[in-house]
């Protein structure tokens, strides 16, 4: 026969309470395992979100945004303000003498070695000067004459047009006539 507290277990209330045990006992097993978790998703976002002010994944998340977007207006102004000196920088640069050429040669034909001399200093929009300077046994002679888009206001000579073609035609090539250089 069965002890009486047995027999209470194996009554329809007994059984009610063993069923209640058993759920009661998943209950917590199932609790357990979602503190466990919930521990570990607490550790990885105090990894993400540092042990600041406690903030939750949301919070930080729309702070990361504000701060990429407050990133991203100063980069855009720091690029603006980059364009603006590259700008400036490449007007300064297209009135730099970027075309030179140097022709020699002798003015008078007089055996004299080839000593007058046309130098043209042009920059990227083919405008600058041309300066010859004219030799002579006793004297020597200084012209110069400003280019304007390759043109002048003054008649060239041909020393001082092919002193042009030398500088705006072949940046590497030979600018003078026998032993000039540009």
Do not use: W
Request: proline residues 2%; glycine residues 8%; contains cysteine.
């Amino acid at each position: 026969m069965l002890s009486p507290r047995v027999a209470e277990l194996t009554s329809t209330a007994g059984l009610v309470a063993l069923g209640a045990c058993a759920v009661a006992l998943g209950a917590l097993a199932v609790a357990l395992v979602a503190t466990a978790r919930l521990r570990r998703i607490r550790a990885d976002q105090r990894v993400v979100l540092g042990e600041s002010d406690g903030a939750d994944l949301v919070a930080h998340a729309a702070r990361l945004e504000h701060e990429f977007a407050a990133l991203r207006s100063s980069m855009n102004d720091v690029a603006a303000g980059l364009d603006a000196r590259l700008d400036t920088a490449e007007r300064r640069l297209d009135g730099a003498v970027t075309h030179r050429a140097l022709v020699r040669y002798d003015a008078y034909n007089e055996m004299s070695g080839r000593q007058s001399t046309t130098i043209a200093l042009l920059d990227a929009g083919r405008s600058g000067i041309v300066l010859s300077s004219i030799a002579h046994r006793d004297q020597a002679r200084l012209y110069v004459k400003q280019v304007v888009a390759g043109a002048s206001d003054l008649q060239l000579s041909p020393e001082e047009e092919e002193a042009m073609r030398l500088a705006t035609d072949a940046p590497a090539a030979p600018a003078a006539r026998g032993s000039g250089s540009s």
